[in-house]
Nanobody
Framework: QVQPVESGGGSVQVRGSRVLSCTPSKSIRSRYCMGWFRQAPGKGREGVARIWTGSNGRDSTYYSDSVKGRFTISRDISKDTLYLQMRGLKPEDTAMYYC??????????????????????WGQGTQVTVSS
């Protein structure tokens, strides 16, 4: 199974910005639900942002409270790439970031993280380190 490939991580200072990219396992043209998770040392993997296509054909997004207003998830079909734009970075944003993609079309992504969390293929991730 093809693994997603994340990139764009690195070291950044507090209040700085960073853009993460992901080449997913399946083409973004599938419009399956996609998202970003992160895992800090000693902690579990948490959902950060997800994006899905609604019945109206438009993308909708959801953000965890910890990143709402600072992070933006988007996808570019022409480049077959998922993005996570991060602004106003804080030390607590330090983590390994992973992209996730649902293996099939489902409306459940509008409700919770379970489809992405339990059925995604995971890549190596990209490390983001925020320092003061």
């Amino acid at each position: 199974q093809v693994q997603p490939v994340e990139s764009g991580g690195g070291s950044v200072q507090v209040r700085g910005s960073r853009v993460l990219s992901c080449t997913p396992s399946k083409s973004i043209r599938s419009r399956y639900c996609m998202g970003w998770f992160r895992q800090a040392p000693g902690k579990g993997r948490e959902g950060v942002a997800r994006i899905w296509t609604g019945s109206n054909g438009r993308d909708s997004t959801y953000y965890s409270d910890s990143v709402k207003g600072r992070f933006t998830i988007s996808r570019d079909i022409s480049k077959d790439t998922l993005y996570l734009q991060m602004r106003g970075l804080k030390p607590e944003d330090t983590a390994m970031y992973y992209c996730a993609q649902a293996p099939y079309a489902s409306t459940s992504c509008a409700d919770d993280w379970s489809l992405l969390r339990d059925f995604s293929s995971w890549g190596q991730g990209t490390q983001v380190t925020v320092s003061s």
